[in-house]
């Protein structure tokens, strides 16, 4: 991938290359689409509820379910399963992943897995891959061969990896939060600006935020691309959490 290191030493990826294929008929379709803890990341919400055509909100209350990650200090926000005896996700069907072209990046990487680290935050990403291999999933089986880098671009992942990067930036942050009593109020606003876009983008266009802070996307684009705005909402988050000079004030 452009730009980024990429380390494949972990030994269960052989000369980068591994072997896989998933389609509808494989004895163990959809097996891998329940009893999941499934974290979603804002861009797997922001992909899901624009294909749900949901708000934000709606689809955080309806999909997902929020844990403390007491490594992170931050809520996660987990994909809620069915309440069914195998627990499947509120996704699967008969046919397969009725959210297939949204679906997270959990999902779309599987079984290949992606730790980035960017250790100092100026450094470029530093990306891990390695196999996560299910028991259940036949689809080593196959012969169909793979690189990384092929998989990758057959997933869908650079968007997802992109997004998904300068948020790990914020949760992997080993900044301080601050006073005690200020923590709390954080929290609150790092739930907002990671989660719900559709209320971070109220606040922006009508807090003020744009008469004190220099922004160099037009109000337009603020109001209409949600890329754009969800790359001033981590910003923001860094500015606010942890007192980094991220956004500039006017
Ligand atoms: S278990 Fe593996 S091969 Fe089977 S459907 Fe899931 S990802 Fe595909
Ligand atoms: S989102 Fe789709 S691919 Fe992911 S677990 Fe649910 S049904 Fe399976």
Redo the contacts with the bound molecule.
């Keep these: 991938m452009k730009g980024k290191n990429q380390d494949l030493s972990f030994n269960s990826i052989k000369n980068n290359r591994f072997r ?4 509808k008929g ?8 329940k009893d999941l803890n499934l974290i979603l990341t804002p861009y797997d919400i922001l992909r899901l509820k624009i294909r749900l055509h949901c708000s934000s909100e709606t689809f955080l209350e309806d999909y997902t379910e929020t844990r403390m990650d007491q490594r992170s200090r931050f809520p996660m926000v987990y994909l809620k399963m069915r309440n069914d005896e195998e627990k499947t996700c509120p996704f699967v069907s008969q046919d ?1 992943c009725a959210v297939y072209e949204d679906r997270p990046g959990a999902c779309r990487i ?2 290949v897995g992606r730790a980035a680290t960017k250790p100092d935050g100026k450094r470029d990403t530093t990306e891990r891959f390695f196999m996560v291999a ?1 028991n ?5 089986q ?1 012969e169909k061969e793979w690189t990384i880098d092929e998989w990758m671009g057959n997933e869908g992942m650079d968007i997802y990896n992109a997004m998904n990067d300068q948020w790990m930036e914020i949760i992997t942050s080993a900044k301080d939060l601050g006073p005690k009593d200020h923590v709390a109020q954080k929290i609150k606003m790092f739930y907002m600006a990671s989660y719900n876009l559709d209320r971070f983008r109220e606040f922006i266009l009508k807090s003020g935020f744009l008469n004190r802070f220099e922004v160099e996307s037009k109000v337009e684009e603020l109001a209409n691309d949600d890329i754009k705005l969800m790359l001033l909402a981590f910003k923001w988050l860094k500015f606010s959490l942890f007192g980094e000079k991220s956004l500039k004030m006017k």
């Design positions: 896989f294929k998933c389609y494989i004895k163990c379709f959809t097996k891998c689409c397969g599987y079984p299910e259940h999933c036949l689809g080593f196959e």
